[in-house]
């Protein structure tokens, strides 16, 4: 089908502000969080087409991001199918336990959101959502025998884990990124998000329609202009009727399979019954308090604690970024470049590729021996690399990372001597 027009989108909708391109890059700062930054860059929207392309009213590009821009769905439910390929070596499922620890927070908790959403970022996850509003979601995550589940309903977030049968609770905070882990069962934020930094390094397109999840959609296809970037194209199924994004694939400039492909397998916008966000702790499950200042220990069911605010996706502070997870504070976090070939550099205080934190010390291990050793005017270091995000971290403790090539990393590396 070719109906369409294919033009060139050079900024966002007119009512969106535009991201700077620092926040873009700072999603990638992280060599080990490589995965988890991705993460947060795709969200947990949407789902497989079906075959036979319905025959849609012609729409431009910009019509489409003015479309998705302008929905307000605020009620659905469905399922969500997610798979994510980023070309990490098999390592016995130590992977998800090196996210987690990214990841941070929960204080031990199995049930904690923060953690505990973060090993969506590999493998195939089924998922059930649910929203009603901005103070009500609800996602689970469905294993074999298992289910985990997040519920944020008004001031309370509750996240469960059936198999250890733990319970963790926190107290939505007032700001809306501190409602991350629950705002990602929204389909349409990360899409809003991603296209608020459109610009002229990106080219957006309408690329003919599908069925997903039995709805008609368009296909709204994001390809980066500039030749550094490791990421070949964003493609967003757009429902037609509610411009409610319904699948998401990322697919790397290498070719092969996507790195992240996630969506609805089945979807409905009517409104959810309130008991699916109701939650009462189960008899006998150890309940973990989140506390401002710090969490309280695990307490039977029945010793609930005081509630402070503070919750689960709390928003980063100084000391709580990158260099965070080598044992240091952010030093000296700059971004080189502008748009898809940005390139976040900070100094983690390491020297010789080692820092005096434990974390570091098991992480820079791990470096060494699945990393590239590289060199240049820069001195010696080591590229660990995915098929989305690469990082070179340099013998004197440099980082420099991002979704670009190992060679883009050299280079600047270079150019900052």
Request: no cysteine.
């Amino acid at each position: 089908m070719a109906p369409y027009e294919s033009d060139d989108v050079k900024g966002a909708a007119p009512d969106e502000e535009p991201r700077s391109a620092g926040r873009k890059a700072a999603r990638y700062a992280v060599p080990v969080a490589v995965v988890g930054v991705a993460a947060v860059t795709i969200g947990l929207v949407p789902a497989l087409a079906d075959s036979g392309d319905p025959d849609l009213p012609k729409i431009s590009a910009q019509q489409l991001i003015e479309k998705i821009a302008k929905s307000d769905v605020q009620q659905l439910s469905g399922t969500v199918k997610t798979d994510t390929d980023l070309g990490l070596p098999d390592l016995g499922g130590m992977e998800n336990g090196m996210l987690s620890g990214a990841a941070g927070g929960g204080d031990g908790s199995s049930a904690a959101p923060k953690a505990k959403l973060v090993e969506l970022l590999s493998g195939t996850h089924t998922l059930r959502v649910a929203a009603d509003g901005p103070d009500r979601q609800k996602l689970s995550v469905l294993e074999q025998g298992a289910e985990y589940s997040v519920v944020h309903n008004g001031k309370d977030v509750w996240g469960y884990d059936s198999k250890s049968n733990e319970v963790y609770h926190g107290t939505a905070g007032k700001e809306a990124e501190d409602r991350r882990a629950e705002r990602q069962a929204l389909p349409q934020n990360f899409a809003k998000d991603l296209l608020k930094s459109v610009d002229d390094t990106t080219a957006v397109t309408v690329d003919g329609t599908a069925h997903v999840a039995g709805r008609d959609a368009y296909k709204l296809q994001i390809k980066p202009k500039q030749p550094d970037t490791t990421v070949g194209a964003i493609n967003i199924a757009v429902d037609a009727k509610t411009g409610v994004p319904l699948k998401y694939t990322l697919t790397p400039k290498s070719g092969g399979a996507a790195v992240f492909d996630a969506g609805f397998t089945q979807v409905s916008f009517a409104k959810p019954a309130a008991s699916t966000f109701d939650f009462v702790p189960p008899k006998g499950a150890k309940v973990t308090e989140e506390k401002q200042g710090g969490t309280e220990g695990g307490a039977d069911h029945g010793d609930m604690g005081t509630h402070e605010p503070g919750a689960p996706g709390h928003t980063p502070k100084p000391g709580d970024g990158p260099g965070g997870m080598f044992g240091h504070g952010d030093k000296g976090f700059h971004v080189l470049g502008k748009g898809w070939d940005s390139i976040a550099v900070f100094d983690t205080g390491a020297k010789g590729g080692k820092s005096s934190g434990d974390r570091s010390g098991e992480l820079g291990g791990i470096i060494g021996s699945l990393g590239d050793p590289v060199s240049g005017k820069f001195g010696k270091g080591t590229v660990f690399s995915t098929r989305l995000v690469n990082a070179l971290i340099t013998d004197d403790g440099k980082v420099y990372a991002g979704a670009v090539t190992k060679e883009a990393l050299v280079k600047a590396a270079d150019e900052g001597k």
